[in-house]
């Protein structure tokens, strides 16, 4: 399903259903051992979807480990993005040579529900398109679409700054005909080529009961 988001340099892979936990690295259990079963089974799943996607750029399988701030440690020239929710689990790679940096996310195509939340997670900008869009599409879940955006925004955001986004540091304005959307940024961005990455632009779908959103910055 996310090939259909991602440009050519980028390598998918994604699952449906959990693998068997015996699939994971010794090393990769120790970081899970003690966490819920749900927990083991999505983390192990999406290192295995890793693995395919990286197999495709040639490397060997090797343990995936998360970083300090639990983000995914790829090996060394390559950039990716891993998510996973109810029922699905997917990864997007790239040399670092090709993409400077990947963000992708999936969620369930159901409401917040929360309204707390909902005002957590968006602007009053995007909370008045948002009530625009389920007007017009309401098959699709709009708050749930514009989280998922900002989630894969700030996995986009994290490898080039090193940094926290908060949900408020950006602006989303969803394209509902050629299903795209851009971010622009609210905080100073990251320096890329010499000058300020203002705004991301990324793409998303719906379908199998999912939201997915995806960024690809080439170089």
Partial sequence: MIEKLLPAPVRTAEAFDDAPLSEMFPEEWAQVANAVPKRQREFGTVRGCARRALAELGFAPAPLLPGPHREPQWPD?????????????????????????????????????????????????ERAQIRRLAALQPEVCWDRLVFSAKESVYKAWFPLTRRWLDFEEALLTLDPTNATFTAQLLVPGPVVDGGELTEFSGRWLVGSGLVVTAIVEMV
């Fill in 77 to 125: 020239g390559v950039v990716g993005a891993m998510t996973h929710c109810a029922g699905y689990r997917a990864v997007a790679v790239a040399r670092a040579a090709e993409v400077r940096t990947i963000g992708l996310d999936a969620e369930p195509n159901l409401p917040l529900n929360d309204p707390g939340v909902v005002d957590l997670v968006t602007l009053p900008e």
